[in-house]
T-cell receptor
Framework: AQKITQTQPGMFVQEKEAVTLDCTYDTSDPSYGLFWYKQPSSGEMIFLIYQGSYDQQNATEGRYSLNFQKARKSANLVISASQLGDSAMYFCAMREGPGRRALTFGSGTRLQVQP | SAVISQKPSRDICQRGTSLTIQCQVDSQVTMMFWYRQQPGQSLTLIATANQGSEATYESGFVIDKFPISRPNLTFSTLTVSNMSPEDSSIYLC???????????FGSGTRLTVV
């Protein structure tokens, strides 16, 4: 079974509008972390936002917020006021268990912001 | 968060040859991870490298094809051996930290095998 599922291969959004990128996850470990990364065409991985499984509040980082619904095992990324520079691949990732472990990535969503 | 210098940034190699990718971290880290990203795909973990012990490889990846060295807490190399066009990918190293911080990635090595 897929650990991280991103069901939107591609998304379009108009500049200045908000967009939600979907991510669902599967784990039986009570301790886990959820991450979102942006990958522009240059290939670098840019960390956007993190949500811990025990965090009570949804994470926010500037224009990025994470809609964490633990019971539904979803961790959707919301980008507000989209900018042309937001056009990139977006990956949801999970670290299962505590400590320093490798991340498991979803298949990604390609976001294109239109002027 | 740690800063990683990854080299080379890109290379075009002949099939049958080998390429060694280097990652230098600006601080001491216990674990380093190597990922492969095939064209248009997501990141797949190749192996986890701990200093002073053999790397742990994921299913589908073997040491003979992807030997890894981890001579100290700030440096690691991944070699892609006996390359074929199917090895054309982006290879990334990463280090882990606590919580939200420290999952830093190198800038990636874009490998093309011809």
């Amino acid at each position: 079974a897929q650990k991280i599922t991103q069901t939107q291969p591609g998304m379009f959004v108009q500049e200045k509008e908000a967009v939600t990128l979907d991510c669902t996850y599967d784990t039986s470990d009570p301790s886990y972390g959820l991450f979102w990364y942006k990958q522009p065409s240059s290939g670098e991985m840019i960390f956007l936002i993190y949500q811990g499984s025990y965090d009570q509040q949804n994470a926010t980082e500037g224009r990025y917020s994470l809609n964490f619904q633990k019971a539904r095992k979803s961790a959707n990324l919301v980008i507000s006021a989209s900018q042309l520079g937001d056009s990139a691949m977006y990956f949801c990732a999970m670290r299962e268990g505590p400590g320093r472990r490798a991340l498991t990535f979803g298949s990604g969503t390609r976001l294109q912001v239109q002027p | 968060s740690a800063v990683i210098s990854q080299k080379p940034s890109r290379d075009i190699c002949q099939r049958g040859t080998s390429l060694t990718i280097q990652c230098q971290v600006d601080s001491q880290v216990t674990m380093m991870f190597w990922y492969r990203q095939q064209p248009g795909q997501s990141l797949t973990l190749i192996a986890t490298a701990n200093q002073g012990s053999e790397a742990t490889y994921e299913s589908g990846f073997v040491i003979d094809k992807f030997p890894i060295s981890r001579p100290n807490l700030t440096f690691s190399t991944l070699t892609v051996s006996n390359m074929s066009p199917e090895d054309s990918s982006i290879y990334l190293c990463s280090v882990a930290g606590q919580g939200a911080h420290g999952y830093t990635f190198g800038s990636g090595t874009r490998l093309t095998v011809v």
